[in-house]
């Protein structure tokens, strides 16, 4: 019920909307999949992010990953196209659709989506609450600072409710 009241709220893209309708019907099997409370994911991709955060550090950095019966074990970096990097990010749709027609042709599924925050805390802004039009997808946070307590966070977005997915590094 929630994927096809996203599809609606989603009709401005079209090819947004066949790529969500084809990783959500993989996903309808898997119902659990809405009480996920952890997400795995590789040591490598996750070392992949925070270099990726690190490259530019004043700059939010973005990307989607990929991979296979729950396991991140992809990551595909995006540009950040937004006017304001210092504080928010966006993918040019082309690129967006480009990224996500290769995971399809590799047959992996869509996981999560991560971007940094130059200075905050890295926890879900009102912006990326409002923008997390990928219910079923993990949103990785990430701090570039060198004290941050948790340089990696991840969290599920539900109609405007977020819960902290526990990281499990395999
Ligand atoms: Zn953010």
């Known amino acids: 019920m929630r994927a096809s009241s996203f599809l609606i709220r989603s009709h401005s893209f079209s090819s947004l909307d066949s790529f969500s309708r084809f990783t959500n ?18 040591r490598s991709i996750v070392a992949e992010i925070s270099a990726h955060a ?4 004043s700059r939010e950095c973005c990307g989607l990953l990929a991979g296979r019966e729950g396991v991140i074990t992809w990551i595909f970096p995006a540009t950040n196209v937004t006017a304001n ?8 749709p082309e690129e967006l659709f480009r990224l996500m027609r290769e995971i ?22 009102p912006r990326d609450i409002e923008r997390a039009h ?3 997808a993990a ?7 060198s004290d941050a307590p948790q340089p990696v966070r991840a969290f599920s ?14």
Do not use: C
Request: proline share 8%; aromatic share 6%; hydrophobic share 40%.
């Open 85 to 92: 990097p210092a504080t928010s990010y966006e993918i040019a």
């Open 134 to 136: 990928y219910p079923d």
């Open 139 to 145: 949103y990785f946070i990430v701090s570039p600072l």
């Open 104 to 125: 399809r042709a590799a047959s992996l599924e869509l996981l999560g989506i991560y971007h940094s925050h130059p200075k905050g805390i890295n926890e879900p802004s």
């Open 157 to 170: 977005i539900h109609d405007g409710r977020v819960t902290e997915l526990e990281i499990q590094v395999v």
């Open 25 to 42: 019907l993989k996903n309808r099997n898997l119902s659990v999949s809405l009480l996920a409370v952890s997400i795995s994911i590789l």
């Open 54 to 57: 690190l490259k530019d550090p």
